[in-house]
T-cell receptor
Framework: EDKVVQSPLSLVVHEGDTVTLNCSYE??????LLWYKQEKKAPTFLFML????IEKKSGRLSSILDKKELFSILNITATQTGDSAIYLC????????????FGKGTRLSVIA | DSGVTQTPKHLITATGQRVTLRCSPR?????VYWYQQSLDQGLQFLIQ???????AKGNILERFSAQQFPDLHSELNLSSLELGDSALYFC?????????????FGEGSWLTVV
């Protein structure tokens, strides 16, 4: 059974700190790994990492994919209170009818 | 705004009742996905439709059913509701049918069963 595990489940940091969120996976026929940010309701897309794109960066957020060790990390530098959210990791496989498999998420709280 | 529209945003109903949740995908997207999110289970995939046809089925209860109409909007029907069905129900859409691609979520429908 395909599995995605995120750690830690929750995290509290102070503004300005750097945080690293982890996502490990066990899937058959890996295709992609996606990160989403869920603030109040709808998860919003952050990054997609594939074999041809194992590192992505956008502002203070960056992510890498290690296909050999089957994990990804999401880094957030100089955290702000607006970064407080649940961060979801999802994995897609090379199978026409298999939906994304989501981890349970990491709840990040950034305090002033 | 992802472009995916869900209604209603909030719904309170009694056990044993039936409700219908509605989703309009992003313009041009042919795939629609339904997910259930509860505090302890995270995002659980329910069902996927592509251009009107069912393409994948997840942990969807027999009391639940869905369909996608010719105009590509989708409805999720939940019947004989139980307290445990209280959750946030998300619809998501994507242009492709193949897996592993980015999907875009609506704001969700918060269902409370009392």
């Amino acid at each position: 059974e395909d599995k995605v595990v995120q750690s830690p489940l929750s995290l509290v940091v102070h503004e300005g700190d750097t945080v690293t969120l982890n996502c490990s996976y066990e899937v058959t026929n890996f295709r992609s790994l996606l990160w989403y940010k869920q603030e109040k309701k709808a998860p919003t897309f952050l990054f997609m990492l594939t074999s041809s794109g194992i590192e992505k960066k956008s502002g203070r957020l960056s992510s890498i994919l290690d296909k050999k060790e089957l994990f990804s990390i999401l880094n957030i530098t100089a955290t702000q209170t607006g970064d407080s959210a649940i961060y979801l990791c999802a994995v897609g496989v090379n199978s026409g009818n298999t939906p994304l498999v989501f981890g349970k998420g990491t709840r990040l709280s950034v305090i002033a | 705004d992802s472009g995916v529209t869900q209604t209603p945003k909030h719904l309170i109903t009694a056990t044993g009742q039936r409700v219908t949740l509605r989703c309009s995908p992003r313009s041009g997207d042919l795939s629609v996905y339904w997910y259930q999110q509860s505090l302890d289970q995270g995002l659980q995939f329910l069902i996927q439709y592509y251009n009107g046809e069912e393409r994948a089925k997840g942990n969807i209860l027999e009391r639940f059913s869905a369909q996608q109409f010719p105009d590509l909007h989708s409805e999720l029907n939940l019947s004989s509701l139980e307290l445990g069905d209280s959750a946030l129900y998300f619809c998501a859409s994507s242009a492709q049918v193949t897996s592993g691609n980015t999907i875009y979520f609506g704001e969700g429908s918060w269902l409370t069963v009392v």
